[in-house]
Each structure stands twice: as C-alpha cells, then as structure tokens.
C-alpha cells in the first residue's frame, strides 16, 4: 500500500444548488448562535457563528441530504483504509459453513456497497452536524486542536474515529483546513467533503476567510457504544 495522510477529499458529493439553499436557510433561519469549543465559547479559540441541526425539524431535510452524502464518502474512505474498520473491532461474519470468522481486508474486494454499508451501520454512528459561518476578516479557528478528547464521564468524545467537515461555499481566500503534522492545507471548494481522522495525529485548524464569509457543515462519525456492538 503507498503511503497516505489519510486525508481525502471527495468533490461534489452535495450540488452547489443544495449548498446555496443550505446556506440561505442558516441566513434566514436566525438561531445561529457563538461557536462553541470543548470548554464552552472561547472566541479566541474559535470565533463563529453555528446552528446545531440534528434533530431540528426545521432542518431534517438538510440533515438527510448531508448524512447521505457523508455516509457515501465514508464508504469510499472505508474501502480505501480497511483496517479503520478491522482493526478496533475484530469484527466476524458467518463464513460459508455458518460458523463465524473474522473479516479480513481482501474480504472488502469482494463486499458490495450494501453489505459495507450494513457493517458500517451496526458498529459506526453519525454525530450531530453543526452548520457554521466563519466572518470574512476576523472569524476562524486558529487553535490547534484534534476531535479526541475526554470531556465528560459518558465518554461520547471518545467514541469519535473520523472528522468530516462540508464545504458549503467558496469565492473567498484564504478559510482552509489547515493539517499541523502533514503540513497540508485543504481550501475550501463548494460541495466537497474532507474526511480525516479524529485523533492528536490530524491536529488541525480552521484559517480566518478573507473577501468572503466561509460557511461549512461539520460533525464526526462515532463508534457506536460497547452495549450496542457487544450487547450487555
């Protein structure tokens, strides 16, 4: 296998319509409210304006167009880095004799998008998906930071194993996703998704947009909890 940063970036997974319609509701809407960080709103750490969607009704209809289309780029990054998968969970299958065995990664090569797709469902989750605008000229999240972290006794922070972040518009300079130890930085293109992972190893920033205001959909894909993957 050649060497990867494991970050990928699928173009045009939502229309730049839907995106433009996404973004003209979050204007309209009128609850954006300041972007929180993991210890409360810190604007010198993340300076936004965010809505939280996920089970608003108001939004159920842009939450199903992003999760479909997030859940699409985490089969293709899935198919690409198996053992992101594998390797958690020694996940098993009834083999051909009914007996359960282990997947192993050439299974992948002969697993349709279905079969992945229910693996994928039994053992991962969607996080909540948070819509934000970046000011032109002064918002941003310049604080180095990963996805991965313990802030409370439920442990949900630590369920997290990919980042994904949407791109609802461009037109703008500057607004990256800035990556610390890959030195990579992913400028913002309309109805492209980023997908990377969630630990201290994909430390990243948001850059502050110049001549335009950024506005993305961001959330996490989750393992599901020990109780639902293991029973009990």
Same mark, same amino acid.
Not at 29 to 49: C, H, I, N, Q, Y
Not at 195 to 220: C, L, M, Q, V
């Given at each position: 296998?050649?060497?990867?940063?494991?970050?990928? #970036?699928?173009?045009?997974?939502? +229309?730049?319509?839907?995106?433009?319609? =996404?973004?003209?509701?979050?204007?309209? +809407?009128? &609850?954006?409210?300041?972007?929180?960080?993991?210890?409360?709103?810190?604007?010198?750490?993340?300076?936004?304006?965010?809505?939280? =969607?996920?089970?608003?009704?108001? $939004?159920?209809?842009?939450?199903?167009?992003?999760?479909?289309?997030?859940?699409?780029?985490?089969?293709?990054?899935?198919?690409?880095?198996?053992?992101?998968? #594998?390797?958690?969970?020694?996940?098993?299958?009834?083999?051909?004799?009914?007996?359960?065995?282990? #997947?192993?990664?050439?299974?992948?090569?002969?697993?349709?998008?279905?079969?992945?797709?229910?693996?994928?469902?039994?053992?991962?989750?969607?996080?909540? =998906?948070?819509?934000?605008?970046?000011?032109?000229?002064?918002?941003?999240?310049?604080? $180095?930071?990963?996805?991965?972290?313990?802030?409370?006794? +439920?442990?949900?922070?630590?369920?997290?194993?990919?980042?994904?972040?949407?791109?609802?518009?461009?037109?703008? *300079?500057?607004?990256?996703?800035?990556?610390?130890?890959?030195?990579?930085? =992913?400028?913002?293109?309309?109805?492209?998704?980023?997908? &990377?992972? &969630?630990?201290?190893?994909?430390?990243?920033?948001?850059?502050?947009?110049?001549?335009?205001?950024?506005?993305?959909?961001? +959330?996490?894909?989750?393992?599901?909890? *020990?109780?639902?993957?293991?029973?009990?």
């Amino acid at each position: 296998m050649s060497e990867s940063d494991f970050i990928e #970036i699928y173009p045009d997974v939502l +229309s730049r319509d839907t995106c433009a319609q =996404i973004v003209a509701a979050f204007e309209a +809407s009128g &609850a954006a409210v300041p972007g929180r960080v993991g210890g409360g709103v810190l604007p010198e750490l993340k300076d936004s304006r965010d809505i939280q =969607i996920t089970g608003n009704q108001a $939004w159920r209809e842009a939450e199903n167009a992003l999760n479909r289309a997030v859940f699409a780029g985490l089969l293709a990054y899935l198919r690409k880095y198996r053992y992101a998968l #594998i390797a958690p969970l020694m996940l098993q299958v009834p083999g051909a004799d009914g007996k359960l065995r282990r #997947i192993a990664a050439e299974d992948f090569d002969t697993m349709d998008d279905e079969a992945l797709a229910n693996l994928v469902r039994a053992v991962m989750r969607p996080g909540a =998906i948070n819509l934000q605008r970046y000011t032109a000229g002064q918002g941003g999240y310049p604080y $180095w930071h990963c996805e991965l972290y313990p802030r409370d006794p +439920s442990c949900e922070t630590l369920h997290r194993h990919v980042l994904w972040t949407l791109y609802l518009n461009d037109g703008f *300079a500057a607004g990256e996703t800035e990556f610390l130890y890959q030195g990579r930085k =992913i400028a913002p293109r309309t109805g492209s998704l980023l997908i &990377a992972p &969630a630990a201290f190893t994909h430390t990243h920033r948001g850059n502050r947009p110049e001549g335009g205001d950024k506005y993305i959909a961001t +959330s996490w894909i989750l393992f599901q909890r *020990a109780e639902q993957i293991f029973g009990g």
